[in-house]
């Protein structure tokens, strides 16, 4: 049987145009899995084992009910995975377990443009693909904390390389963790629609989800 995957993206802060687009391609990227994509947040209020990964995709606000979020982290704690994509750092800011998971808060960006991301680890499935140095263009998110020393970080931010940078010559962009017995991959990248015809940003994207399910 095919490995399910669930695609969240429900918003009740900033919606990106970006979702339909985002959650079609993911299909698309994980090709043989299953893909079940909703809004719903009866989705998250049963039993979560049926899905190899889950991802919130661009998400904002809260989302959750008091069940799904207890139901999320029990399922992470006992050996779940959880991908968070893009605008998943700017959701359920009133639930501290939520941050923990993540890995870090969204604070701000600047205008949307073309940057620079630094492999810092290629040994990732996420990042194995990309040069060393990666163009790229999107909104090049600044965290509350740097999550650097709870994370392993995958990719940096090039301040040099755009304009209005916020968190220094240390800024990380793409990570993993463990959460209890469960795996977490984050990407800050994914704000536009053509991030997601990008094959490099398609291997990033899927390496991530593969780890997150299966590990290295």
């Known amino acids: ?54 991802v919130f995709l661009s998400t904002s606000g809260e989302v959750l009910t008091p069940k799904g979020r207890e139901l999320l982290a029990a399922h992470m704690e006992s050996g779940g995975a959880f991908v968070g994509v893009h605008a998943a750092s700017t959701t359920e800011y009133d639930w501290p377990y939520y941050g923990e998971l993540v890995g870090a808060r969204f604070d ?27 163009d790229f263009t999107d909104e090049w998110y600044d965290f509350r904390t740097n999550p650097r020393g709870s994370v392993r970080v995958l990719l940096t931010a090039d301040e040099s390389s755009y304009e209005g940078g916020g968190m220094g010559e240390d800024h990380p ?37 593969m780890w997150a399910a299966q590990g290295d």
């Open 1 to 54: 049987m095919a490995p399910r995957l669930l695609v969240y993206s429900r918003t009740t802060g900033y919606r990106h145009d970006s979702i339909p687009y985002a959650a079609a391609a993911l299909r698309e990227i994980m090709g043989e899995w299953t893909v079940d994509h909703t809004e719903d947040p009866a989705a998250l209020e049963s039993p979560l084992e049926r899905y190899a990964a889950i």
């Open 173 to 209: 962009l793409a990570w993993t963790r463990t959460q209890g017995e469960g795996r977490v991959f984050y990407t800050a990248l994914g704000h536009a629609d053509e991030a997601y015809d990008d094959p490099a940003f398609q291997q990033h994207l899927r390496g991530g989800i």
């Open 108 to 134: 701000r960006h600047p205008e949307f443009q073309p940057g620079k991301a630094v492999v810092e680890d290629a040994d990732h499935p996420a990042t194995r693909h990309l040069p060393g140095v990666w």
